[in-house]
Nanobody, 126 residues
Framework: QVQLIESGGGLVQAGGSLRLSCVLS????????MGWFRQAPGKEREIVAA???????TYVADSVKGRFTISRVDTKSTYLEMNSLEPEDTAVYYC????????????????????WGQGTQVTVSS
């Protein structure tokens, strides 16, 4: 029912910045928590950040807190601003969405998100 398209990945030097974008396509008018997970080679997929439907409530993982910012400028898009990138940030970043009834509710577990994008590669060199 939901299609997610990510963009903005690429190669950047340590200390640099990237902005990831994700656009959600659906026709029901449902509300969605949207967020980002990442997975490095040989490692488990982990949450990076998530934002409520309204954008008023956000969650950011401790590993990127202070460097990454998630935003919801509208109900169908999410953006991940990544600053001060480090080599350990190298991973495939996946946009995700999960339906909710509350405008301020945020999911943190992968199982709570029902829709996933194909992923965009972020590579940080040093």
């Amino acid at each position: 029912q939901v299609q997610l398209i990510e963009s903005g990945g690429g190669l950047v030097q340590a200390g640099g910045s990237l902005r990831l974008s994700c656009v959600l396509s659906e026709r029901t008018g449902r509300r969605y928590v949207m967020g980002w997970f990442r997975q490095a080679p040989g490692k488990e997929r982990e949450i990076v950040a998530a934002a409520s439907w309204s954008g008023d409530t956000t969650y950011v993982a401790d590993s990127v807190k202070g460097r990454f910012t998630i935003s919801r400028v509208d109900t169908k898009s999410t953006y991940l601003e990544m600053n001060s990138l480090e080599p350990e940030d190298t991973a495939v970043y996946y946009c995700t969405a999960g339906s909710v009834s509350s405008g301020s509710y945020v999911y943190r577990q992968a199982a709570d998100f029902g829709s996933w994008g194909q992923g965009t590669q972020v590579t940080v060199s040093s």
